[in-house]
């Protein structure tokens, strides 16, 4: 029903899915009863509920205007297009409207600049996305120099199924000729579509479903690289980021490219997967595993604590005047 009302209302799929009537007069409430509050949107569809009168924030999450154009790009499904396209404009609408009216969150310096050429008077700061302090990570040495590739994330997601299906089609089938035995694939989240399972099924991938943080926290830790293989990236700069805070390299597509400085051996980010193998094997023949790599990507996404993220919001926010 919400991609009908978003169709014939002209709306945003989110606005029609969450908010509700309920929602809407409870938040109604809620601003009568604090009329002196900060409010802060969660996401641009929420900032529908229009409480203009007073000091807003919009965290953007990701740059909604490609997401939605990705969405339409990437599926054959005419609702979910017609969606998707629909869905677009209405967000093009609000950001060319809301002209001094927010201070707008991003998640990247990338998603910053394309936001300032949606619309006029883009006021602005960048919050990353952010991972939990830890002075150390776990590592289990290999026992051998068998190749070993994960994947994390919602199972039943589109976008994962789409980088899935992406890899299998682009990067899998070179890298198991070449290697054969001695590379497997792990993929590991939530409530795995049928689509998921028999994908895995067919290609001889280990399916780790709705598992508990300490086997995810055993995988990453035995794992030789996570995969970020998406052929279009709305939602992947978390991914990243897990990754590197436990103290895993990433191989991953050119579109992840999120945040300065994040391309640094022994992560290779390419979409060619000639580059993949070449790099997979130097890593395998030479230098299979280092701790020093390990070490390098833990202290980058360290410099992404929620502690720092919170230290640099907050002087943004100074040097804004609030």
Same mark, same amino acid.
């Given at each position: 029903?919400?991609?009908?009302?978003?169709?014939?209302?002209?709306?945003?799929?989110?606005?029609?899915?969450?908010?509700?009537?309920?929602?809407?007069?409870?938040?109604?409430?809620?601003?009568?009863?604090?009329?002196?509050?900060?409010?802060?949107?969660?996401?641009?569809?929420?900032?529908?509920?229009?409480?203009?009168?007073?000091?807003?924030?919009?965290?953007?999450?990701?740059?909604?205007?490609?997401?939605?154009?990705?969405?339409?790009?990437?599926?054959?499904?005419?609702?979910?297009?017609?969606?998707?396209?629909?869905?677009?404009?209405?967000?093009?609408?609000?950001?060319?409207?809301?002209?001094?009216?927010?201070?707008?969150?991003?998640?990247?310096?990338?998603?910053?600049?394309?936001?300032?050429?949606?619309?006029?008077?883009?006021?602005?700061?960048?919050?990353?996305?952010?991972?939990?302090?830890?002075?150390?990570?776990?590592?289990?040495?290999?026992?051998?120099?068998?190749?070993?590739?994960?994947?994390?994330?919602?199972?039943?997601?589109?976008?994962?199924?789409?980088?899935? $299906? *992406?890899?299998? +089609?682009?990067?899998?089938? #070179?890298?198991?000729?070449?290697?054969?035995?001695?590379? @497997?694939?792990?993929? %590991?989240?939530?409530?795995?579509?049928?689509?998921?399972?028999?994908?895995?099924?067919?290609?001889?991938?280990?399916?780790?479903?709705?598992?508990?943080?300490?086997?995810?926290?055993?995988?990453?830790?035995?794992?030789?690289?996570?995969?970020?293989?998406?052929?279009?990236?709305?939602?992947?700069?978390?991914?990243?980021?897990?990754?590197?805070?436990?103290?895993?390299?990433?191989?991953?597509?050119?579109?992840?490219?999120?945040?300065?400085?994040?391309?640094?051996?022994?992560? $290779? *980010?390419?979409? +060619?997967?000639?580059?993949? #193998?070449?790099?997979?094997?130097?890593?395998?023949?030479? @230098?299979?595993?280092? %701790?020093?790599?390990?070490?390098?990507?833990?202290?980058?996404?360290?410099?992404?604590?929620?502690?720092?993220?919170?230290?640099?919001?907050?002087?943004?926010?100074?040097?804004?005047?609030?």
């Amino acid at each position: 029903m919400a991609a009908v009302r978003t169709l014939t209302l002209n709306s945003h799929y989110l606005v029609e899915k969450y908010l509700t009537g309920t929602y809407r007069k409870k938040s109604r409430q809620l601003l009568q009863e604090n009329p002196s509050a900060v409010v802060v949107y969660s996401c641009i569809a929420s900032a529908d509920l229009r409480a203009d009168a007073r000091t807003t924030f919009v965290l953007t999450q990701n740059d909604d205007v490609a997401f939605y154009q990705n969405q339409y790009e990437f599926t054959r499904n005419p609702l979910h297009k017609a969606v998707a396209a629909r869905t677009k404009a209405w967000t093009i609408d609000f950001l060319k409207n809301s002209a001094n009216k927010h201070v707008f969150v991003h998640i990247t310096e990338i998603d910053q600049r394309s936001y300032a050429g949606y619309m006029e008077g883009h006021r602005s700061i960048v919050a990353p996305a952010g991972v939990d302090w830890k002075p150390y990570f776990r590592w289990d040495s290999p026992p051998d120099k068998r190749i070993r590739l994960l994947f994390c994330g919602s199972l039943s997601v589109k976008m994962n199924l789409d980088a899935l $299906l *992406f890899f299998r +089609d682009k990067f899998w089938h #070179l890298l198991k000729d070449h290697f054969q035995e001695g590379i @497997e694939l792990w993929v %590991a989240g939530s409530r795995p579509t049928s689509s998921i399972v028999s994908l895995c099924k067919q290609q001889g991938w280990g399916l780790y479903p709705d598992i508990r943080d300490e086997k995810l926290h055993f995988l990453y830790a035995s794992a030789t690289f996570g995969i970020l293989p998406f052929e279009y990236s709305n939602g992947a700069k978390i991914k990243l980021i897990s990754c590197l805070a436990a103290g895993l390299p990433v191989l991953a597509t050119d579109c992840v490219k999120a945040m300065p400085e994040q391309e640094f051996h022994p992560n $290779l *980010f390419s979409n +060619d997967p000639n580059r993949w #193998l070449e790099h997979l094997k130097k890593c395998r023949d030479v @230098e299979m595993d280092t %701790a020093q790599g390990r070490i390098a990507c833990h202290e980058f996404a360290m410099k992404y604590s929620w502690q720092q993220v919170a230290t640099k919001l907050n002087d943004d926010l100074a040097a804004m005047g609030y």
